[in-house]
């Protein structure tokens, strides 16, 4: 195996979580998340070879999830082999508690529409308002604007 | 009262915190990737442009290539103007797909994707409807110098030109249409 695919390997197997939590959040079943994991490989290998570090790798790979989770025809077959993900569990069916409390979580999360979604997404995952704003492409004030925003409709989802 | 609001909301959102957490620990635990699906990720060719822009210049490399060798009976304005004519539009469709840069779209920052498919969106179409005018004045000239050049019947010729055309629009206006709505797609997710 060559270095760059072997430095390529290494990213996603660290990076793994952040990308099946994203496919997870923007997708309506477990099928959708196998498609849109694979396709988010496929562009983050893609421009892998353009990627120079200039951006925090953590920076990339958000924005390389979310864009394919945007922008991914769920009407339109997948190309390739499908290949299903490594998962013991599935975050859609299993009856855990923990399972069920994260399920409440997406229950919430997908109910916003798809820049809402990402941008709470950023926020849960503790990045901060300028690296959300790199991402999203928006200024840092409108960031907050829009957090005060979503975390009202979040709030008033639990009352609902 | 108001304090006690505050403080239930901010209840919740360590609530939604704290169910993140427990995602991201059960997604730990987890294998998620493995040898096949790395195998078959890195078997993607990276390109430039996408299967679309290699579909339209592979028919204008095939014609310059295919008009001389069996179609040297026509007149040399025509298959010369063909020649260009197809040269152009391969240069023009790798431009207008290179420029966009598809290799390196999803990395760029979500309001970047929406304005680089608009300007996709925007070139595709200029391109579009700029070359239409000129295919159906090349679709009449070749008509007229297939009547003029061979022997069968002119109502024959014109029939099969005209079937050409037709079949030749409607696969044009499917890859025209498939690429405004992909772009559209996605222009509209992100600007919701």
């Given at each position: 195996m060559k270095q760059t695919e072997q430095e390529f390997e290494q990213i996603v197997k660290r990076h793994k979580s952040t990308i099946y939590t994203v496919c997870y959040m923007f997708s309506k079943d477990e099928d959708e998340v196998n498609d849109l994991f694979q396709e988010v490989l496929i562009n983050l290998w893609k421009g892998f070879g353009d990627f120079?570090?200039?951006?925090a790798i953590n920076s990339w790979i958000w924005k390389v999830a979310l864009n394919t989770c945007i922008s991914f025809d769920r009407k339109k077959k997948r190309q390739g082999e499908k290949i299903p993900l490594e998962?013991?569990?599935n975050l859609f069916t299993d009856e855990d508690d923990d399972s069920q409390q994260i399920r409440m979580l997406y229950d919430r999360i997908n109910q916003l529409n798809l820049v809402d979604r990402a941008i709470v997404l950023l926020w849960l995952e503790n990045l901060s308002y300028d690296e959300i704003a790199a991402i999203v492409g928006i200024s840092v004030k409108n960031v907050s604007v829009k957090l005060v925003r979503i975390k009202q409709q979040l709030i008033k989802m639990s009352h609902a | 009262m108001e304090n006690e609001n505050t403080i239930t909301e901010q209840q919740e959102l360590e609530t939604l915190r704290s169910q993140m957490d427990l995602l991201r620990k059960k997604l730990e635990q987890?294998?998620?990737?493995?040898e096949k699906l790395m195998r078959e990720t890195m078997k993607s060719r990276v390109s430039t442009i996408n299967r679309q822009g290699w579909i339209s210049i592979g028919v204008a490399i095939f014609m310059i290539l295919w008009m001389p060798l069996?179609?040297?009976?026509?007149?040399t304005p025509f298959i010369i103007t063909t020649i260009v004519f197809m040269l152009v539009d391969a240069i023009l469709t790798y431009i207008v797909h290179k420029q966009v840069n598809e290799r390196q779209l999803m990395s760029e920052d979500m309001r970047t994707v929406a304005n680089k498919m608009k300007t996709l969106k925007k070139r595709y179409h200029i391109s579009t409807w700029t070359e239409l005018p000129l295919v159906i004045a090349w679709c009449v000239w070749f008509c007229i110098e297939i009547i003029h050049r061979t022997d069968a019947p002119w109502q024959l010729m014109a029939g099969a030109v005209a079937f050409g055309a037709i079949i030749g629009f409607f696969i044009a206006w499917k890859m025209y249409r498939k690429v405004i709505d992909n772009c559209d797609a996605i222009i509209q997710q992100i600007e919701e």
């Amino acid at each position: 195996m060559k270095q760059t695919e072997q430095e390529f390997e290494q990213i996603v197997k660290r990076h793994k979580s952040t990308i099946y939590t994203v496919c997870y959040m923007f997708s309506k079943d477990e099928d959708e998340v196998n498609d849109l994991f694979q396709e988010v490989l496929i562009n983050l290998w893609k421009g892998f070879g353009d990627f120079r570090g200039d951006s925090a790798i953590n920076s990339w790979i958000w924005k390389v999830a979310l864009n394919t989770c945007i922008s991914f025809d769920r009407k339109k077959k997948r190309q390739g082999e499908k290949i299903p993900l490594e998962m013991a569990g599935n975050l859609f069916t299993d009856e855990d508690d923990d399972s069920q409390q994260i399920r409440m979580l997406y229950d919430r999360i997908n109910q916003l529409n798809l820049v809402d979604r990402a941008i709470v997404l950023l926020w849960l995952e503790n990045l901060s308002y300028d690296e959300i704003a790199a991402i999203v492409g928006i200024s840092v004030k409108n960031v907050s604007v829009k957090l005060v925003r979503i975390k009202q409709q979040l709030i008033k989802m639990s009352h609902a | 009262m108001e304090n006690e609001n505050t403080i239930t909301e901010q209840q919740e959102l360590e609530t939604l915190r704290s169910q993140m957490d427990l995602l991201r620990k059960k997604l730990e635990q987890e294998t998620i990737v493995n040898e096949k699906l790395m195998r078959e990720t890195m078997k993607s060719r990276v390109s430039t442009i996408n299967r679309q822009g290699w579909i339209s210049i592979g028919v204008a490399i095939f014609m310059i290539l295919w008009m001389p060798l069996y179609f040297y009976t026509l007149s040399t304005p025509f298959i010369i103007t063909t020649i260009v004519f197809m040269l152009v539009d391969a240069i023009l469709t790798y431009i207008v797909h290179k420029q966009v840069n598809e290799r390196q779209l999803m990395s760029e920052d979500m309001r970047t994707v929406a304005n680089k498919m608009k300007t996709l969106k925007k070139r595709y179409h200029i391109s579009t409807w700029t070359e239409l005018p000129l295919v159906i004045a090349w679709c009449v000239w070749f008509c007229i110098e297939i009547i003029h050049r061979t022997d069968a019947p002119w109502q024959l010729m014109a029939g099969a030109v005209a079937f050409g055309a037709i079949i030749g629009f409607f696969i044009a206006w499917k890859m025209y249409r498939k690429v405004i709505d992909n772009c559209d797609a996605i222009i509209q997710q992100i600007e919701e």
